[in-house]
């Protein structure tokens, strides 16, 4: 298994409030502002899309590269990010 980032431990660490969905493993500024501009502006909508999609890694990603042209490295980095804080807080 592949090791995580010091972004992923910070955000699963504690709940996400009104973290941004820049805070979200995978997502940095470019891609936040692409999602930001079709209105998943805080991690809890991702969340939220995440959960719409049963938590599915392979609609999740689909969903990530579609909406905001995530490559698979920043799509599996995203999902196992949501993926291991719903194991821990939901």
Known sequence: ??????KHK??????????????LAGIGE????RLEEKGFDKAYV?????LVLKKDE???RD???DTCG??????????SCLRE??????
Do not use: H, I, R
């Open 46 to 50: 991702v969340l939220g899309q995440f």
């Open 58 to 60: 392979e609609l999740f």
């Open 10 to 23: 910070e955000f699963v660490a504690e709940p996400m409030g009104e973290k941004s969905v820049m805070a």
């Open 70 to 79: 995530a490559n698979a490295k920043q799509q599996g980095d995203c999902y």
């Open 1 to 6: 298994m592949s090791s995580t980032s010091q």
């Open 30 to 33: 470019v891609l936040g502002k």
């Open 63 to 65: 969903w990530l590269k």
């Open 85 to 90: 804080w719903c194991d821990s807080f939901l």
